[in-house]
């Protein structure tokens, strides 16, 4: 039987749950029948009674209990609804929780789930990709699983870091990926995957852009291009090695975000390969993200918003060209 990638997440917050008693989940509609906006904790209050925990609509209350929570040693999941909300509770998760050890020696072991990225019709507030922002301050970690493998064994691995952890979830992956069982295993934090060999150029992504990325090399396959795709699971820490590694391999490197352009996680890549690996680079490196506009509503417009596996494509035809 095949798992989806929203269940290999609820799956996970189960693991969590029957396995450590400091685990709760804190979130919007998450408890009851209702099981949150997006069901990953569809059963588990009734299976977990007391640990699985409704809040009022305030991300910045249910942000600080869950931070005073883990102060005292317990291991807070945070569902928010959307991605986007969590902008209510930037100083609950930037200046509190992320400077608290360093401040006071004391960690905050909290995992606020973020359901990340666009789908069809879900508009400029509903949509965003916040990992650039996260990323951006010192005290978090920044996961974004692109696979159902990583779904479950990164989410597992979160509530076992002291640091907060601000974990990304694709919403458009939630019923598009599969895998047919879950992994006992997963690669370490803060290492990047090659998630496709190859020679001519080196394609950087992650999340839901990874499949887009893959797309992408096997449309530029069937003209002879040999692209390699590496996925970089967490965005902070970022695996520098493992990029410069692919780019000493193909001479090329394009970045590719479903994010906004100016600055972020494609801009960083970029910044670093320009710096460490200058030497390495037959091309001046390349990057692709979403348009500097809000995200649309309507499917089409919100279809030309991201970059897609064509658009993936026809920039890394421009830069095999050089």
């Known amino acids: 039987m095949s798992l989806t990638y929203l269940e290999a997440i609820r799956e996970a917050q189960a693991k969590l749950l029957r396995d450590d008693p400091r685990v709760f989940i804190y979130g919007q509609d998450v408890g009851g029948t209702f099981g949150g906006a997006f069901k990953a904790t569809k059963g588990l209050a009734k299976e977990f009674p007391g640990r699985v925990l409704n809040t009022p609509i305030s991300e910045d209350a249910m942000t600080g209990v869950a931070i005073g929570a883990a ?30 050890y360093w401040r006071t020696n004391l960690p905050v072991p909290i ?25 951006h301050y010192p005290g978090l970690i920044v996961m974004t699983p692109a696979t159902v493998e990583d779904a479950y064994t990164m989410l597992i691995d979160a509530i076992s870091i002291d640091d907060p952890v601000v974990y990304c979830e694709h919403k458009y992956l939630y019923y598009h990926l599969k895998a047919d069982a879950l992994p006992s295993e997963g690669m370490p934090i803060g290492r990047a995957r090659v998630a496709r060999a190859g020679r001519d150029l080196t394609i950087v992504s992650y999340s839901a852009m990874l499949h887009e990325s893959l797309a992408a090399a096997e449309e530029l396959a069937r003209e002879n291009w040999d692209i390699e795709v590496i996925d970089l699971r967490t965005v902070k820490p970022l695996d520098t090695s493992t990029v410069l590694g692919s780019v000493a391999r193909t001479g090329r490197l394009l970045a590719v975000g479903e994010s906004f352009p100016w600055g972020g996680v494609t801009a960083e890549v970029l910044a670093r ?50």
């Open 71 to 100: 102060l005292e040693g317990m291991r807070p999941i945070v569902e928010m609804q959307f991605a986007d909300f969590s902008s209510i509770a930037l100083n609950q998760i930037l200046n509190n929780a992320g400077t608290q």
């Open 111 to 135: 995992t606020v789930r973020l359901p990340s990225g666009g789908t069809k019709g879900s508009g400029p507030f509903h949509s965003q990709s916040m990992e650039s922002l996260y990323a």
């Open 273 to 322: 390969v320009a710096s460490e690996g200058f030497h390495l680079l037959d091309a001046a490196p390349a990057r692709l993200n979403a348009k500097d506009t809000p995200i649309p509503y309507h499917p089409n417009l919100w279809s030309a918003h991201r970059p897609s596996s064509h658009a993936i494509a026809a920039k890394a035809r421009r830069l095999l060209r050089e």
